[in-house]
């Protein structure tokens, strides 16, 4: 620090020492709470120097305040640079991450956001940092994100890394719902791949967001899943097959926890378009009690349905012929073993006395409990043009 200010000669002892002490704050973000190496601690002050040099001394606070600010925005410009300077690899960058956003698993198995720093509100679904965290993801658990497959490893890091996914869901949510104009998510999530000029993915199948009640049975009156009548909702993914949304095919509104979700504080995520960070800062933790959801009606099911980011495309036919995954075939592709075969068990379901073994959260496993997906299950909706005419037509 000391020597860095020896570039400030021109300044008065006085004028030197109120920098430092503005200086401090960013870098106890840099050090104390983001647990940067030295490469990036030097590559941030030498940059954040040469700023102040080339502009007035009167600029040299909003200068630092938003140096500070852009540092704990996880995917920005400057935190991408200071990533690069610090010469990791993959799987110390994805380590880094997760003690920066402060992952923990709570008590009921809901992963919190404990941190100071979080994702950057301006990352887009198709986002390059998207797909860069992805590919750590990958690198780091090649083997899924599966206890069997690493017996050493805390069952803790699966989860967090495994409900990561549904956090990158609420930024994308929040990002298309404040970026774009339209009636309805869906108009707006159009409006959105045609900015960005990129073609929607329709084709895969939505037998998991699709989900049925239960229902008993009238011959033995044990509960057995009730019969699939019709597809409600259609998953769209981005052009990398990476980001996906659940739309409501009546309403053309996107189908997500994220609308039923409250913070312990009472307010919902996400409300009218106002987004609410998740983070150490303004302590609106989530309220992960699964008796504080009404899961056996229209929230449960909501939640059972919404959507979940991808840490792999999972296009069958591209992972078949021209990645080679043979594997996909017996279920064992990099998609199912990274995003899907992770589901917690129930010991007992009634007021919640369970033994939640996998990797989702109490609230996700009692909701697909309620709700599990079909048997039976019949697509109809295999494009863009079919999901507009069933809307059209429910209108």
Not at 60 to 82: R, T
Not at 140 to 169: C, M, N, W
């Amino acid at each position: 620090m000391d020597i860095l200010l020896e570039k400030l000669a021109d300044k008065t002892r006085e004028e030197k020492l109120k920098y430092q002490k503005s200086l401090s704050k960013p870098l106890d973000l840099l050090i104390q709470f983001g647990f940067w190496n030295t490469s990036a601690v030097d590559f941030y002050l030498e940059k954040l120097i040469k700023t102040m040099q080339q502009s007035s001394s009167t600029n040299w606070s909003k200068i630092i305040h938003d140096s500070e600010v852009e540092v704990a925005k996880i995917g920005s410009p400057l935190y991408c640079e200071l990533l690069g300077h610090s010469q990791l690899n993959m799987p110390a960058k994805l380590t880094l991450m997760l003690k920066q956003l402060g992952a923990r698993i709570d008590c009921h198995n809901q992963l919190q956001i404990v941190g100071n720093y979080y994702f950057d509100e301006r990352l887009s679904p198709d986002s390059c940092f998207w797909e860069a965290l992805a590919s750590w993801i990958q690198i780091s658990f090649p083997k899924g994100l599966s206890k069997r497959a690493y017996p050493d490893l805390d069952e803790t890091l699966l989860q967090i890394v495994f409900q990561l996914r549904h956090f990158i869901d609420l930024q994308n949510i929040y990002y298309i719902r404040s970026h774009y104009a339209g009636k309805t998510d869906f108009d707006k999530l159009k409006n959105y791949a045609i900015k960005t000029q990129q073609k929607l993915v329709y084709r895969d199948r939505s037998r998991f967001h699709n989900r049925v009640s239960k229902i008993r049975d009238p011959k033995t009156a044990s509960w057995i899943k009730a019969p699939f009548l019709q597809q409600q909702n259609d998953k769209i993914k981005t052009a990398n097959g990476l980001s996906e949304f659940i739309i409501n095919a009546q309403t053309g509104s996107f189908v997500t926890q994220w609308d039923y979700l409250k913070t312990i504080k009472g307010e919902y995520l996400l409300k009218r378009g106002r987004f609410r960070q998740v983070t150490g800062i303004t302590h609106d933790l989530i309220d992960s009690n699964p008796k504080h959801y009404q899961l056996q009606g229209k929230v449960g099911q909501i939640i059972a349905n919404t959507e979940s980011f991808n840490y792999d495309a999972g296009d069958f036919l591209s992972d078949l012929l021209f990645k080679g995954e043979i594997g996909i075939l017996f279920g064992e592709g990099k998609h199912h073993i990274l995003d899907m075969r992770h589901h917690g068990k129930i010991k007992k379901i009634l007021d919640f006395k369970m033994k939640n073994k996998g990797l989702e959260s109490d609230i996700r496993v009692v909701a697909k409990h309620y709700w599990p997906f079909p048997e039976k299950y019949h697509e109809t909706i295999k494009n863009e043009k079919q999901l507009n005419k069933l809307l059209v037509d429910y209108k």
